[in-house]
């Protein structure tokens, strides 16, 4: 169910942000202000009001529209970011002017349209416990690893950070996986982005990382 966002819960995204997300500094975007509807939006589809009033909807589905102003220096500028379901129990927001959608088997992956290189994916995962599966993702990356508990998204939910570079060059980027567990499932959140674009696409990739909202009813 979508709620109204209030200043209180988004300055809790921005402390998620910084904390659980801040690691590497990039420009600065704070999220001052946002507001949400609990009523479906007089131009939404059938499914898109249906999404709204079934708690039940499959991974992709529109969720509504939030309006969030951001400051980005000394200036203010409103955002409208599209809020979707992206596994069973979760959903997040981002803004469509710069990312595309894409549902990719079990999960969501949120493509940067400025780099294929960039994105931001979504899926639940199959393990004994969030410190095994980071060990997993660990061993499997074969580069030094930094190892980090963190607390993510809305709810600042508990989660183990991973963080590594691949390949060189033009063709370095960054790779951030965030483990977390909530009612005994494990979910992954990967954020890729090539290191040439990391301080003009990087606040984006962790405002979507901000947005995400387990359901708690």
Do not use: H
Not at 39 to 61: L, R, S, W, Y
Not at 158 to 186: F, H, M, Q
Request: aromatic residues 8%.
């Amino acid at each position: 169910m979508i709620r109204k966002g209030t200043i209180a819960c988004l300055l809790l995204c921005c402390a998620a942000l910084l904390y659980g997300c801040g690691k590497k500094e990039t420009g600065e975007i704070v999220v001052i202000e946002g507001q949400t509807s609990d009523e479906p939006e007089k131009n939404n589809t059938e499914d898109e009001i249906f999404a709204v009033e079934d708690p039940e909807t499959k991974p992709g589905t529109i969720l509504g529209e939030e309006t969030v102003v951001l400051m980005r220096g000394e200036t203010f500028e409103e955002v409208l970011y599209t809020r979707v379901q992206v596994v069973e129990e979760a959903s997040v927001a981002y803004d469509p002017e710069l990312f595309s959608m894409e549902i990719d088997g079990d999960g969501i992956s949120f493509l940067d349209l400025r780099s294929s290189r960039s994105r931001v994916s979504i899926w639940e995962e199959q393990g004994d416990s969030t410190e095994a599966l980071a060990d997993s993702f660990v061993y499997k990356s074969n580069e030094e690893c930094t190892v980090e508990d963190v607390t993510i998204g809305e709810g600042e939910y508990p989660a183990t950070w991973v963080s590594y570079s691949e390949g060189t060059g033009e063709d370095e980027k960054t790779c951030d996986l965030y483990i977390l567990r909530y009612n005994e499932r494990l979910y992954v959140v990967r954020l890729d982005c090539t290191v040439g674009l990391y301080e003009e696409v990087g606040e984006e990739q962790q405002m979507i990382l901000s947005t995400l909202r387990f359901d708690e009813g």
